[in-house]
């Protein structure tokens, strides 16, 4: 089971936060690009295709997510210049996409639309939030009929 959590830490600046029951990561995002816009398309797609990817510019360097669905399983892996591992491990489609979607709404609770645009400098990432909350609705909804 993966817990994911995302913070702003300062102007342009946030770090996700990974774990399962053996490792951790701290991974950071920067202004350079819409991070947490372009990670929650990426996992929202990974609800109806085989795979997903997003890319963290950094500061130097980059920060790839790569989502490889298997079934009602999504594999997480993060790397560091594509090369470096900084976390790997799979959960539940549905457990991780509720992290994330929790994750967003503690940021909304936080900071408010017009605070994350502040502080982040991109919009908050409304639409990618609601097509991630009905792409998982859809998949509660297949799960249940499949039964």
């Known amino acids: 089971m993966i817990n994911f959590s995302y ?8 770090i996700a936060e990974l774990s399962d029951e053996k490792r951790g990561a701290r991974v950071p995002a920067s202004y350079l690009c819409d991070a947490l816009r372009d ?3 990426a996992v ?9 990817e997003c890319l963290w510019e950094e500061e ?14 999504v594999t997480v892996e993060v790397l560091w210049n594509k090369e470096q591992a900084m976390f790997d491990s799979e959960d539940d489609l549905l457990h991780f996409g509720s992290q994330v979607t929790v994750a967003l709404q503690k940021l909304l609770d936080e900071w408010g639309v017009d605070g994350y645009s502040k502080k982040w400098g991109y919009p908050f990432p409304i639409e990618a939030h609601h097509g991630l909350e009905r792409a ?6 297949r799960r249940a009929t499949a039964k």
Do not use: M, N, Y
Request: proline residues 2%.
């Open 136 to 141: 998982i609705a859809l998949e509660q909804q």
């Open 7 to 14: 913070r702003l830490t300062g102007s342009g600046w946030a």
């Open 60 to 73: 130097p360097g980059e920060v790839h997510w790569k989502f490889q669905r298997t079934g009602d399983r």
């Open 44 to 52: 929202d797609s990974v609800f109806s295709a085989e795979s997903s």
């Open 39 to 41: 990670f929650v398309t």
